[in-house]
């Protein structure tokens, strides 16, 4: 299995741009998350899915952000617009739905809004 | 929700030595207590995990020990290398909402 793949892997843009990361879960696995990682913040939790329905997006920081699970096999998270403070490392990790099991990450997108 | 500590926040030790790093957590709910060890650019990634129903578990020189009634459990680590320098995480879930801890950066000098 090639594990959690996410896309792009580095993105620049200016700010106000809109920006879309991509998500690609383990297959078999149907539970999906959304981390946020910054220096100041550490490791936040945005929003997750089980068997594609968002279970709690408490973690979102505004309304700017907004994140889609079409199918099993597939995520996105997306910013419009973007903001200088949103540069950060973005991962994506996933899991079988069985309580407790390990979450695997991906490689994680890290995006710097100029 | 759940709120998660992580104490220190940095930890030099020298090779050989042990190194333990702290958490306390405060929802009593939760149930599933991950440590992950994150490289410099890499992703997090598991090293170790325990059960509530589990006061100890060992795995060669990692070992994590929980203690549901204060809601606090750590992370040992005996005769530490320098590979072993990196970022490390505790998590506490339940249900699989996972919070993390602020992390402890960790080296291990030569």
């Known amino acids: 299995d090639a594990g959690v793949i996410q896309s792009p892997r580095h993105e620049v843009t200016e700010m106000g741009q809109e920006v879309t990361l991509r998500c690609k879960p383990i297959?078999?696995?149907?539970?999906l998350f959304w981390y946020r990682q910054t220096m100041m913040r550490g490791l936040e939790l945005l929003i997750y899915?089980?068997?594609?329905?968002?279970?709690?997006d408490s973690g979102m920081p505004e309304d700017r952000f907004s994140a889609k699970m079409p199918n099993a096999s597939f995520s996105t998270l997306k910013i419009q617009p973007s903001e200088p403070r949103d540069s950060a490392v973005y991962f994506c990790?996933?899991?079988?739905?069985?309580?407790?099991?390990?979450?695997?990450f991906g490689p994680g997108t890290r995006l710097t809004v100029l | 929700g759940e709120n998660v500590e992580q104490h220190p926040s940095t930890l030099s030790v020298q090779e050989g030595d042990s190194a333990v790093i702290k958490c306390t957590y405060s929802?009593?709910?939760?149930?599933?207590f991950p440590w992950y060890k994150q490289e410099l650019g890499k992703r997090p990634q598991l090293i170790i995990d325990?059960?509530?129903?589990?006061g100890e578990k060992k795995d060669q020189r990692i070992a994590v020990t929980l203690n549901k009634t204060a809601k606090h459990f750590s992370l040992h680590i005996t005769e530490t290398q320098p590979e072993d320098s990196a970022v490390y995480f505790c998590?506490?879930?339940?249900?699989?909402?996972?919070?993390f801890g602020a992390g402890t950066r960790l080296t291990v000098k030569p």
């Open positions: 990790a996933s899991t079988t739905s069985v309580v407790g099991a390990e979450q695997f």
């Open positions: 297959s078999g696995h149907n539970s």
């Open positions: 899915f089980n068997n594609n329905v968002p279970i709690d």
């Open positions: 929802d009593s709910a939760s149930n599933y």
């Open positions: 325990i059960r509530s129903n589990v």
């Open positions: 998590a506490a879930s339940y249900n699989n909402d996972m919070r």
